[in-house]
């Protein structure tokens, strides 16, 4: 029998424990004139910027049924939330910070989620990307968000796979200082500051000599 790890100087075949994704989907939610709530006081405010959390699961909501007409393919059920930091500057110039959440988006779809043994977990995952699709709007009491969000969902599973390396990887380069504040340290360190190549003046090139 012939040994499937056999080592190779330029090639050879690891094992190696990863997550993979056994299923993956894609949906799109849009959330149109959403309102977030103004602080009751400081106002008048302006809109500065918003950042938005990725998408978790909820756990208590995941209902994994299986499809009797599908084999390895199941109903999944689970309630995804993205969370945001909306920033707005009030009258006296400062930026307040205001978190929150999108509405829970009710997912059911179908997945694939073949039979395995009762030890093997599968997880279920989410990736999400959100933006503003307009500029947000102020009113006396919210502000007035239209967001758009990519979702992915993803049923991962930590496995071991075989794959092609090429040893280990070659030492990595040497850190870049960050500049110093004080420029005489700079200028001392001749690895820093080299010394001018035009220190002198140029000289009078010397003549072809002739033969």
Same mark, same amino acid.
Request: net charge negative; glycine share 0%; aromatic share 4%.
């Given at each position: 029998m012939s040994d499937l790890l056999q080592f190779d100087p330029y090639e050879e075949r690891v094992c @190696? @424990? +990863?997550e993979k994704v056994f299923f993956s989907c894609q949906q799109r939610e849009c959330f149109n004139d959403f309102p977030v709530a103004l602080p009751t006081s400081g106002g008048p405010f302006t809109f500065v910027s918003i950042t938005f959390n990725n998408g978790v699961i909820l756990p208590e909501s995941i209902i994994i049924?299986? @499809?009797p007409s599908r084999p390895n393919f199941a109903r999944a059920q689970f309630t995804v939330r993205i969370c945001f930091t909306l920033r707005v500057r009030n009258a006296a110039g400062t930026i307040i910070p205001i978190t929150g959440c999108l509405p829970d988006i009710l997912k059911d779809i179908v997945i694939y989620h073949p039979p395995t043994r009762s030890e093997f977990d599968f997880n279920l995952r989410v990736e999400?990307?959100?933006?503003?699709l307009v500029p947000a709007m102020i009113s006396d009491t919210d502000v007035i968000l239209t967001v758009g969000s990519f979702v992915i969902s993803k049923l991962t599973g930590f496995v071991q796979l075989a794959i092609n390396a090429f040893g280990y990887c070659p030492e990595p380069p040497f850190c870049e200082e960050f500049p110093s504040?004080?420029?005489? +340290?700079?200028?001392?360190?001749?690895?820093l500051t080299p010394f001018p190549t035009d220190f002198f003046p140029p000289q009078l090139p010397s003549p072809v000599p002739r033969f």
């Open positions: @190696i @424990i +990863v049924t299986p @499809i999400t990307r959100s933006e503003l504040e004080s420029p005489c +340290v700079d200028f001392l360190n001749p690895n």
